[in-house]
């Protein structure tokens, strides 16, 4: 191999906007035969809208729900988070994350968080399955949504709240899974949100994936990524980071989105993609496949 010819494939990486690490990682982009993308921020925008929100019952009061969730939310850089915090400003809502006595995160679920003495946790259907005592009624108007992720805040073992958000696919992603796909590399969509949202993913992306797999945790799509790979063969991974860095380690190629993206998948990942520019994974494949052969 020529150092010349590496250097150059770099170079033209680099400036369609994907840093790529090394001239290994190049050889290994020319040998990809799978692609498995996260959903949220990386097939998504990463931008979600509240569409609804409602108080279950009679325990709290919307304003007061409003500034324990957001003051929690405030602490987290999930991009449902952004979305929650921004709604309880637009009801007039300052979050006070100085008031948030104990965080956590819970990978694939939600986040906990301990607020003027009350334990709330706010996250999908395992966290109101984990965190609610009793089976209070989610309220019927929440049944039967079409694509959207529904949300939960739990206080003290009761469902208080329920909310749903929608985020759009990004443009240009399903294009390039079909150019992915003409490539003769298949493409599966690897989630930690529900079934619901990703079947409503693939509906707007025309059907574009091969598979599909929701509701997972990191540990999961980590197993789901070598499973590809044992499979159909040398696997990328391309994610936001949001849950998803061991599995961006774990595939032959991992490309992270350095714009939405956090820094943990940075570091894991082989390459970064500098723009939201979802049409350059392909070119990158196609790249790597022209630098093998002027390198071999
Ligand atoms: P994805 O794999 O699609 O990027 P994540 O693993 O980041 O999804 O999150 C999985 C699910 O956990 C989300 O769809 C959401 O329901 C819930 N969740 C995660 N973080 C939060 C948060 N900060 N607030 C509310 N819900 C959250
Ligand atoms: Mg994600």
New binding site residues.
Partial sequence: STPVATFCALLTAARMGLLVKGGDVLESLGEIKAVAF?????I?R?EFTVDIFDVVGHKVQMSQLLYWISSI?SK?S????AA?VEYAQSKSIEPKPECVAEFR???????YGEIDGKRIY???K??LARASSCQTAVPERMNGLKGV???YVICDGDLVGVFSLSDDCRTGAAEAIRELASMGISSVL?????AE?AVHAQERLGGALEELHS????ED?VRLVSAVKARVGPTMMV??G???APALAMADVGVSMGISGSAAAMETSHATLMSSDILRVPEAVRLGRRACRTIA
């Fill in positions: 996260d959903k949220t921020g990386t998504t990463g939310e987290s999930h991009p449902m988070a929650l995160i819970l990978p694939g679920e939600g986040i706010v996250g999908n395992r966290v992720s529904i949300g690897l989630t930690g949100d529900s949202a509701e997972l945790f990191p799509k994610g936001d949001m849950n998803d």
